[in-house]
């Protein structure tokens, strides 16, 4: 990771880049599910109850 | 848990503390995982340049300082197909015709924080990234998550193990862009 990462362009710079990003396309990357809104309005009321006092 | 840094500022609604919190954060692995959550992290979340997730144990409400295990720093980012690709190519990474881009989705930062390295995994992270991210591509698009990073064995080891695939190197930066895929093919 790289803070210099943030608001680029980034550029495939050639075929051989771009058959690489194809690969990636065409493959299956199962994503673990979890319920990220419940995760998230967990956090939101655990704040609430640090700080709202 | 998960807190979003937005909500950590909208509900304490004081910048000092949420800024003291964050600096509690070490990561001597890389610096800059570090200097971004302290420094950075409040400021490209109030100019809309990142959001930030902070992986979060619950402790006593009432104890002074929340324990953050770790962070992910998410944006969005395009993807610009050279001039010099073939068309063929082109057409099959299907591109925006006019101006050679796609949507892509960017995990600008990630990190463990030392003081509970053994509690959480930085696989966690990138899982609740995805998640965030798969949310977006349903809702308006986007094909890719990118990830740049250093030359280092433990770093692409782990990047690889979690699904990503080297594409090319910014050589001028020194850093090796991986990518993920969001949509199924």
Avoid at chain 2, 143 to 160: G, S
Avoid at chain 2, 164 to 185: G, N, S
Wanted: proline share 3%; charged share 35%.
């Amino acid at each position: 990771m790289a803070t210099s990462s943030f608001g680029r362009t980034v550029e495939i710079k050639d075929d051989k880049a771009a058959a690489r990003l194809i690969k990636v396309a065409e493959s299956h990357k199962p994503i673990k599910k979890i319920d990220i809104s419940k995760e998230i309005e967990r956090g939101r009321s655990f704040l609430k109850e640090c700080y709202s006092r | 848990m998960l807190f979003p840094l937005r909500d950590f500022l909208r509900t304490t609604k004081n910048k000092e503390l949420v800024s003291e919190e964050l600096s509690r954060f070490e990561c001597s692995l890389d610096p800059q995982v570090c200097d971004f959550l302290r420094k950075d992290a409040i400021a490209y979340e109030s100019d809309h340049k990142s959001r930030t997730y902070l992986l979060v144990e619950r402790n006593d409400p009432k104890d002074e300082h929340r324990t953050i295990l770790g962070y992910v720093s998410l944006a969005l980012t395009t993807l610009k197909i050279g001039d010099t690709v073939d068309e063929e190519m082109r057409a099959r990474l299907k591109a925006d015709q006019k101006a050679n881009t796609i949507a892509c989705y960017l995990i600008g930062q990630l990190g463990k924080n030392d003081l509970y390295r053994r509690q959480t995994d930085g696989s966690d992270l990138v899982d609740r990234a995805m998640n965030v991210f798969k949310q977006g591509h349903e809702w308006f698009g986007g094909r890719f998550v990118l990830v740049e990073c250093r030359d280092v064995p433990k770093v692409i080891a782990f990047y690889e193990a979690n699904a990503f695939e080297y594409v090319q190197t910014d050589a001028a930066r020194e850093l090796l862009q991986y990518f993920r895929p969001l949509a199924e093919p």
